[in-house]
């Protein structure tokens, strides 16, 4: 176990999450405030009109933020992945292409924007009375879009790259300079909404180029023209691995476009006019979203205590973290909701003095839209713990529930009886709704930690004789369909060859390699959800997969190199690639056959045995086409693919055996 694992096992939890949590909410901050400068500036000098329109060009901003994050976070993590498994050429490929991909995206987008920007602000709720300013500010923010993401994306990958205080340190140094560029601009140069968007693109533009001038200093790998050039499945990876950022990020560009095109609807029907909403809730959602961060940032520093312990079966810490991370943010979210209630005016007088009619509107948004925000420190921290532990479909549901399963459909249904009011109420239905889900799938796992167990009742024991009767040394992987008996003949093999037979004593060894638990491996290696291409660490994290992939790779190439042995599954054919000594072999089965031993040795239902081998060669696929880039049972990957049922094991064991020994 290497240092940082023993402190995460060891070290008081509340020290933990200040260390973790700090450098991610100040990074979170940043982004939230950088957002921010423009429209205190603009509501102080131009006015409501002019924040609204930054309101309506604001989506085409998260729209690049969605694209960047999707390279930055897929390239970080792809760099992250192929260190572990100590490829550093490859890792280079994948920084070269996600800044190759972050380049031509930008420039496309850019093009776009620039080409479609009337028909773009109208799909966001355009009134006529933005429309001036949303163009003059849309069109010179546009202009910048390259730099955005360029920008951000390097950011992640810096991070990645172990220099988190330099990507800090642009970050930060881009929103100060905003600030006084903001300041400069708008006062003594009186360029109103274009002076705000060109000190925003230069500020882009200063920290791309810090980004930029780090490639040639990258500390893990060596960056050439080589890696520059795309390769269609390093491109694919980077975006599967980034995908969860991207969908996190568009669902709130159709949220907004959605909120905004309501307001514009409800709100002319009312006292308040279309533009009034429209400014007022763009800025109670910034505002929110700083409460957010913090939530977000602590929770997102809890990530690696809880998976290690989670992993380490260290359950009672498990629970600790969790109990500490919901009372910080349930504090902190009290807070909040404290100020937004009691000091609504005082809040939304930060971005301009406007007419009585703003101001009352504002005052009902924050009471109303931000009535139930306690509840986010309870719904974002339990998103963040359950992709700590591996639960994609749970955590996928929690992060996206709140703004496209409730919020979407309870604008329109409450807009519709209630108009602009019924609008401003789907935002605490929503947090309610969200809360209730969380508080449930919370209560249920926290629970039943410390009560699983592994259904290990029908793996073999993994001794096998010494008696080596190979004339040299030869490594033999098995990949199998689940039911086709692939595991026993595996075992058969290295009896008859007299070598070591690897898969439960595999995890017997990684256990005491890395302090997880065999209960934890069992549960997560070698298979991948679907769904999991949705949840890779969104805070430029492993997730719990990958790490232990990593970790496999490491101890599959030790015994590799010191003796001959059957090793089971864990895409061991091509962890082993580049091995001369390898046999690669594929065994499958017709389903039929599958079912019978399924019931008959897994002590599965007939009605039920069908489903789940389909399930569980399903999640084998995804894992071996994740991490290896080609596809699961493809003959061309094998020397040798074989029907276990053709002759039947015994005979396939004594078969392969042969071929083996004239090898």
Same mark, same amino acid.
């Given at each position: 176990?290497?240092?940082?694992?023993?402190?995460?096992?060891?070290?008081?939890?509340?020290?933990?999450?200040?260390?973790?949590?700090?450098?991610?909410?100040?990074?979170?901050?940043?982004?939230?405030?950088?957002?921010?400068?423009?429209?205190?500036?603009?509501?102080?000098?131009?006015?409501?009109?002019?924040?609204?329109?930054?309101?309506?060009?604001?989506?085409?901003?998260?729209?690049?933020?969605?694209?960047?994050?999707?390279?930055?976070?897929?390239?970080?993590?792809?760099?992250?992945?192929?260190?572990?498994?100590?490829?550093?050429?490859?890792?280079?490929?994948?920084?070269?292409?996600?800044?190759?991909?972050?380049?031509?995206?930008?420039?496309?987008?850019?093009?776009?924007?620039?080409?479609?920007?009337?028909?773009?602000?109208?799909?966001?709720?355009?009134?006529?009375?933005?429309?001036?300013?949303?163009?003059?500010?849309?069109?010179?923010?546009?202009?910048?879009?390259?730099?955005?993401?360029?920008?951000?994306?390097?950011?992640?990958?810096?991070?990645?790259?172990?220099?988190?205080?330099?990507?800090?340190?642009?970050?930060?140094?881009?929103?100060?300079?905003?600030?006084?560029?903001?300041?400069?601009?708008?006062?003594?140069?009186?360029?109103?909404?274009?002076?705000?968007?060109?000190?925003?693109?230069?500020?882009?533009?200063?920290?791309?180029?810090?980004?930029?001038?780090?490639?040639?200093?990258?500390?893990?790998?060596?960056?050439?023209?080589?890696?520059?050039?795309?390769?269609?499945?390093?491109?694919?990876?980077?975006?599967? #691995? @980034? !995908? &969860?950022?991207? +969908?996190?990020?568009?669902? $709130?560009?159709?949220?907004?476009?959605?909120?905004?095109? %309501?307001? /514009?609807?409800?709100?002319?029907?009312?006292?308040?006019?279309?533009?009034?909403?429209?400014?007022?809730?763009?800025?109670?959602?910034?505002?929110?979203?700083?409460?957010?961060?913090?939530?977000?940032?602590?929770?997102?520093?809890?990530?690696?205590?809880?998976?290690?312990?989670?992993?380490?079966?260290?359950?009672?810490?498990?629970?600790?973290?969790?109990?500490?991370? #919901? @009372? !910080? &943010?349930?504090? +902190?979210?009290?807070?909040? $909701?404290?100020?937004?209630?009691?000091?609504?005016?005082? %809040?939304? /007088?930060?971005?301009?003095?406007?007419?009585?009619?703003?101001?009352?509107?504002?005052?009902?948004?924050?009471?109303?839209?931000?009535?139930?925000?306690?509840?986010?420190?309870?719904?974002?921290?339990?998103?963040?713990?359950?992709?700590?532990?591996?639960?994609?479909?749970?955590?996928?549901?929690?992060?996206?529930?709140?703004?496209?399963?409730?919020?979407?459909?309870?604008?329109?249904?409450?807009?519709?009886?209630?108009?602009?009011?019924?609008?401003?109420?789907?935002?605490?239905?929503?947090?309610?709704?969200?809360?209730?889900?969380?508080?449930?799938?919370?209560?249920?796992?926290?629970?039943?930690?410390?009560?699983?167990?592994?259904?290990?009742?029908?793996?073999?024991?993994?001794?096998?004789?010494?008696?080596?009767?190979?004339?040299?040394?030869?490594?033999?992987?098995?990949?199998?369909?689940?039911?086709?008996?692939?595991?026993?003949?595996?075992?058969?093999?290295?009896?008859?060859?007299?070598?070591?037979?690897?898969?439960?004593?595999?995890?017997?060894?990684?256990?005491?390699?890395?302090?997880?638990?065999?209960?934890?491996?069992?549960?997560?290696?070698?298979?991948?959800?679907?769904?999991?291409?949705?949840?890779?660490?969104?805070?430029?994290?492993?997730?719990?997969?990958?790490?232990?992939?990593?970790?496999?790779?490491?101890?599959?190439?030790?015994?590799?190199?010191?003796?001959?042995?059957?090793?089971?599954?864990?895409?061991?054919?091509?962890?082993?690639?580049?091995?001369?000594?390898?046999?690669?072999?594929?065994?499958?089965?017709?389903?039929?056959?599958?079912?019978?031993?399924?019931?008959?040795?897994?002590?599965?239902?007939?009605?039920?045995?069908?489903?789940?081998?389909?399930?569980?060669?399903?999640?084998?696929?995804?894992?071996?086409?994740?991490?290896?880039?080609?596809?699961?049972?493809?003959?061309?990957?094998?020397?040798?693919?074989?029907?276990?049922?053709?002759?039947?094991?015994?005979?396939?064991?004594?078969?392969?055996?042969?071929?083996?020994?004239?090898?």
């Amino acid at each position: 176990m290497n240092a940082e694992e023993n402190i995460l096992g060891k070290e008081k939890v509340g020290k933990l999450i200040r260390k973790f949590s700090i450098p991610c909410i100040l990074s979170l901050l940043v982004n939230s405030l950088y957002n921010m400068v423009d429209q205190i500036f603009i509501g102080q000098k131009v006015g409501y009109l002019g924040n609204g329109a930054t309101n309506i060009v604001f989506p085409i901003v998260i729209i690049c933020l969605a694209f960047s994050l999707m390279f930055g976070d897929g390239s970080a993590a792809f760099l992250s992945l192929k260190l572990g498994q100590k490829k550093p050429d490859e890792a280079g490929k994948g920084v070269g292409n996600g800044i190759f991909m972050s380049t031509l995206v930008s420039i496309v987008i850019c093009i776009i924007c620039w080409s479609l920007l009337p028909q773009i602000i109208n799909i966001f709720g355009c009134t006529p009375e933005f429309r001036e300013y949303a163009l003059s500010y849309g069109y010179i923010i546009v202009m910048g879009i390259p730099f955005m993401i360029i920008g951000t994306t390097l950011n992640s990958i810096i991070r990645a790259d172990g220099s988190p205080k330099y990507a800090m340190f642009t970050m930060i140094f881009g929103a100060v300079f905003n600030i006084i560029l903001d300041y400069i601009l708008m006062y003594h140069f009186n360029m109103d909404v274009k002076g705000a968007a060109i000190a925003t693109i230069i500020s882009q533009m200063i920290t791309a180029v810090m980004n930029i001038a780090y490639i040639n200093k990258f500390k893990s790998v060596k960056m050439n023209k080589a890696n520059l050039t795309p390769d269609i499945h390093v491109c694919l990876d980077i975006i599967s #691995l @980034g !995908i &969860s950022s991207f +969908i996190t990020e568009m669902s $709130f560009v159709v949220l907004v476009a959605v909120e905004n095109n %309501l307001l /514009s609807k409800y709100g002319a029907e009312s006292e308040f006019g279309a533009e009034i909403p429209i400014t007022v809730l763009g800025i109670v959602m910034k505002i929110s979203q700083i409460l957010n961060s913090i939530i977000i940032g602590i929770a997102a520093g809890s990530q690696p205590i809880i998976g290690f312990n989670y992993g380490a079966q260290n359950y009672d810490r498990v629970k600790k973290t969790l109990k500490y991370v #919901l @009372g !910080i &943010s349930v504090i +902190i979210s009290t807070i909040a $909701f404290s100020l937004f209630q009691l000091i609504p005016d005082k %809040l939304i /007088s930060i971005f301009g003095s406007e007419g009585e009619q703003y101001v009352k509107f504002a005052c009902m948004a924050f009471r109303i839209y931000l009535m139930l925000c306690i509840f986010n420190g309870v719904q974002i921290p339990a998103g963040i713990f359950f992709q700590a532990i591996g639960k994609s479909i749970k955590s996928i549901a929690l992060s996206l529930s709140r703004q496209i399963a409730f919020l979407i459909p309870a604008m329109f249904v409450l807009g519709k009886l209630f108009g602009i009011k019924g609008v401003l109420y789907a935002g605490p239905v929503a947090d309610a709704l969200a809360f209730v889900i969380a508080g449930i799938l919370l209560i249920y796992e926290v629970k039943s930690l410390g009560k699983k167990k592994v259904e290990d009742a029908n793996l073999l024991i993994d001794d096998t004789s010494t008696d080596n009767k190979l004339s040299k040394k030869v490594i033999i992987t098995i990949s199998r369909e689940y039911g086709s008996g692939g595991r026993y003949v595996g075992r058969l093999i290295a009896d008859k060859l007299g070598i070591k037979f690897y898969d439960k004593d595999f995890v017997t060894q990684l256990s005491e390699k890395t302090g997880l638990s065999e209960e934890y491996i069992e549960q997560n290696e070698q298979k991948r959800n679907s769904l999991d291409a949705l949840n890779n660490g969104i805070y430029y994290n492993l997730s719990n997969s990958d790490d232990l992939f990593v970790k496999e790779s490491e101890l599959i190439k030790e015994i590799a190199a010191k003796e001959s042995c059957v090793i089971i599954g864990r895409c061991a054919d091509y962890i082993l690639r580049d091995n001369e000594d390898t046999i690669n072999i594929f065994i499958y089965s017709n389903m039929e056959d599958k079912v019978k031993r399924a019931v008959e040795k897994y002590n599965i239902k007939e009605k039920d045995a069908e489903k789940e081998i389909k399930n569980i060669d399903k999640q084998r696929s995804n894992h071996y086409k994740h991490y290896t880039g080609k596809k699961w049972g493809e003959s061309s990957n094998y020397d040798l693919c074989i029907n276990s049922d053709f002759m039947g094991v015994e005979k396939t064991a004594e078969i392969i055996c042969e071929m083996v020994q004239k090898y």
